[in-house]
């Protein structure tokens, strides 16, 4: 990676790899959608606007948000509905522009720009790989309509030609399976292979990605920092940008070469423009100030302190008079840039971070998840002006923070949106509870909700309760493996599992109450939330296999993954059941608001889809191949400590011992009552033939250490004998640290795993003492 990224990382589905390392192995990530798909859950990064000139007479606004996605909403007078969501993007949708023939391009912290179909129902018809680093911003040539910039982290910036980017592949017929996630990787060609260390894997620029029409996009070089803005002229001949430098530095989008630097501001650049001739430059910095700049006179003509805090958006009038700007200040200001007035229109609750005049209207991209629209009279600005309470915007940064600091801060024109599109509040606050099933949450409205990750529901809404609180009364005293991590950078909890940890946790099915499966089955977590991810992609695949099974006279089982010969010494499989791929109540995943997948195969880079929209013909370029070998074979990797080894004496004074000899060992979700069980055994039945195997396992099932059955048998097959004599047994734990009494009697529901966290709290092995109750 870089070295000068201030962003932070965020593993995303690709694990970050180098060539001088073995590669680890794919993650696959689910998302947990909230009820409502129609809203965002996190931060909308952009605004594009089309206006009606498109084909079916709509208006419509794009919004791209830091939850992944980008919806299509088509507008009317005081109204917009949710018509596309496009989901492809693995990462922060940070910039979209609109090109050409309604195409939208967008860009990704997932290090990818896509493109889009603007009247279609949300496919991604291209992805473009070429950055090694997030994208952080996109610049569109209005009358040039194939051409756009992007920019990111690193100082990387290129100049695409759209419609050669994405013309088909060499047969017309893959455009059609031309999936979101392969695309152009024309990086090959173009790199040297030294420069393949720092690319992450999310890139996966490697032999079999690159595409065979390779195209490689322009390369604007010599920025030595992250670019954090662009901006084109009309005809696409001048290219400006901006970033960490906190120079705004002027291209030839067509050679890529260097024409200017414009030095004056003292901070990171965050926001660009340029006027249709490409003249006059207006730039917006997080050093508060707004400069104007003549690109023929090579300097700043003017400079405005407008803003008290970071300016992150800019929006022109078209005649390029007047200029809308907001940032971290929380306002939205109008200013006049020949008489230097400015009118703070509104204040908000949250920085804005895009904005996007729309005829008399501006919509404003907010950190929330709404968006609102402000009245601005963008074809008349001189009206706003009119109402009074403007104030002549200083040209030096400090003159408008001392202003605001003496408390004459201007009157806010508008008081509220004329209309707002609302989105759903976002996660900010997450603990994975002790059963590793649920997690509690918190979002940006306080509301505490419990979430079931095994189904992707909400089982318990709390409403506006402390979440501290909260968590204290859900403590359980339980023992579960961590098989899954949970983050919340999407708005929403993305789950993770990667292989081989998310494969240590088991549960009985009794506790799972999972009707008509004996309730000694030990149930893998992971492996059934995977069987309920990929239940509709199963369903898929069988009626496709089936189809042409039939056609071809022969039955395929599904048990079809062979090519790839097993890396494992030992890969166990489930022997419960023959490929059971029954979906358990407690594994069921919702269809209403189903979850999205983040993933990656062997091919084409990560990519994320609705479980739902799964059509079946994904297979191992598309899905790592652990997921594969778990749903399809039933074969899970060999899995550490399942396993729990504890020794098993009297308590002192006690006048009954049974025969064990040495360390045993059992499933770490054994119960104690199943210890007591075999106490009570070995003491009605003791004899020597009976004794414990030579290799300290318990006896009674072909050379496993003390399985559920071996002790349950007698305890499942109804009343025995000698069960009217049955003693009356305590388990204790000698643990030092409770000071009440040297033991403590362990509850009999209690597992081996929980008594050794919260009652031993040793590293060394579990010592149980039994002694019989007297007078029962």
């Known amino acids: 990676m870089h070295g000068g990224v201030a962003m932070h990382r965020v593993g995303s589905a690709g694990n970050n790899s180098n060539s001088t390392r073995p590669r680890k192995e794919k993650r696959l990530t689910y998302v947990l959608n909230d009820a409502d798909d129609t809203k965002h859950c996190a931060g909308i990064n952009c605004l594009a606007v089309s206006k009606s000139s498109a084909s079916d007479g709509c208006n419509y606004l794009f919004t791209g948000s830091r939850d992944g996605t980008l919806k299509r909403w088509t507008l009317a007078e005081d109204a917009a509905s949710c ?56 610049a569109a040539a209005e009358k040039n309509s194939n051409l756009v910039a992007s920019g990111g982290l690193g100082g990387e910036v290129f100049v695409w030609d759209i419609e050669a980017a994405v013309t088909p592949l060499s047969k017309p017929s893959d455009v059609m399976e031309e999936d979101c996630s392969n695309g152009v990787n024309g990086s090959g060609n173009s790199l040297p292979i030294t420069g393949l260390r720092t690319i992450n894997s999310s890139n996966s620029i490697s032999v079999h990605t690159i595409q065979s029409h390779g195209y490689v996009p322009t390369a604007v070089k010599g920025h030595k920092e992250s670019v954090y803005a662009l901006a084109m002229n009309d005809s696409g001949t001048l290219l400006v940008s901006g970033g960490t430098e906190k120079v705004v530095r002027v ?185 590793r099933r649920h997690v509690l949450t918190k979002d940006t409205a306080g509301l505490v909700k419990l979430w079931e990750i095994t189904r992707g529901v909400v089982v318990e809404d709390y409403g506006k309760v402390s979440f501290e609180e909260k968590k204290e009364q859900l403590f359980e005293m339980v023992s579960i493996p961590a098989w899954f991590t949970v983050d919340t950078r999407l708005g929403s909890l993305s789950v993770h599992l990667d292989t081989p940890q998310c494969f240590s946790a088991e549960m009985y099915s009794a506790d799972l109450q999972i009707a008509g499966k004996p309730e000694d089955d030990k149930v893998n977590l992971a492996r059934e939330t995977l069987k309920g991810l990929l239940a509709h992609w199963l369903a898929k695949r069988r009626q496709k296999v089936g189809s042409q099974a039939s056609a071809n006279g022969d039955v395929s089982s599904g048990k079809d993954i062979t090519t790839r010969s097993l890396t494992h010494s030992r890969i166990e499989v489930d022997g419960n059941v023959e490929n059971d791929s029954m979906v358990y109540p407690p594994f069921e995943f919702s269809t209403v608001s189903p979850p999205s997948i983040i993933t990656e195969g062997s091919q084409g880079g990560p990519w994320r889809k609705k479980i739902t929209d799964l059509d079946g013909t994904e297979d191992e370029k598309d899905f790592p191949y652990w997921c594969l070998d778990c749903v399809l074979n039933n074969r899970l990797p060999p899995r550490e400590n399942t396993k729990c080894s504890f020794y098993l004496h009297p308590c002192e004074g006690s006048a009954v011992q049974i025969l064990t000899q040495g360390k045993l060992s059992a499933p770490r979700i054994l119960r104690i009552h199943k210890v007591v069980n075999y106490v009570v055994e070995k003491m009605v039945f003791d004899k020597p033939s009976d004794g414990v195997n030579s290799d300290g396992t318990f006896p009674g099932l072909a050379g496993g250490p003390l399985q559920h059955s071996a002790v349950g048998d007698s305890f499942r097959s109804g009343l025995k004998p000698w069960q009217k004599l049955k003693p009356s047994i305590e388990i204790l734990c000698n643990n030092q640290a409770i000071k009440i009494a040297i033991h403590q009697v362990l509850s009999p529901e209690m597992s081996l795993a929980t008594v050794r966290a919260y009652v031993w709290k040793k590293p060394e092995d579990l010592v149980l003492n039994y002694r019989v109750v007297q007078g029962k």
């Open 83 to 138: 018509s596309a969501t496009l989901e492809s993007h693995v990462d922060w949708v940070n910039d979209a522009v609109i090109t050409g023939d309604n195409t939208l391009v967008s860009c990704s912290s997932d290090t990818t720009l896509k493109t889009w179909n603007c009247l279609s129902g949300g496919t991604c018809t291209r992805t473009l790989r070429q950055h090694s680093d997030y994208v952080t911003c996109l």
């Open 251 to 435: 291209w030839d989008p067509r050679t890529g070469l260097k024409t200017m630097k414009l030095r004056g501001h003292t901070d990171n650049i965050r926001a660009l423009l340029l006027d249709s001739t490409g003249r006059f430059c207006l730039s917006g910095s997080s050093d508060s100030m707004i400069r104007l700049w003549d690109l023929g006179q090579q300097r700043c003509v003017h400079s405005y302190a407008v803003h008290t805090d970071s300016v992150w958006a800019l929006a022109s009038t078209p005649t390029f008079n007047h200029v809308y700007s907001g940032g971290r200040d929380l306002s939205l200001y109008l200013t006049d840039l020949a008489t230097r007035e400015s009118l703070l229109l509104c204040t908000g609750e949250h920085p804005i971070l895009q904005l996007a005049l729309h005829d008399d209207n501006i919509w404003a991209a907010t950190t929330d998840s709404s968006v609102h629209r402000w009245p601005a009279e963008g074809r008349n600005p001189q009206k706003v002006f009119q109402r009074g309470g403007s104030f002549l915007a200083g040209n030096l940064s400090f003159s408008r923070a001392r202003v605001s600091l003496e408390g004459s801060t201007p009157v806010p024109v508008y008081k509220e949106p004329t209309f707002t599109i609302p989105g759903t509040p976002g996660i900010v606050q997450h603990e994975i509870l002790n059963n």
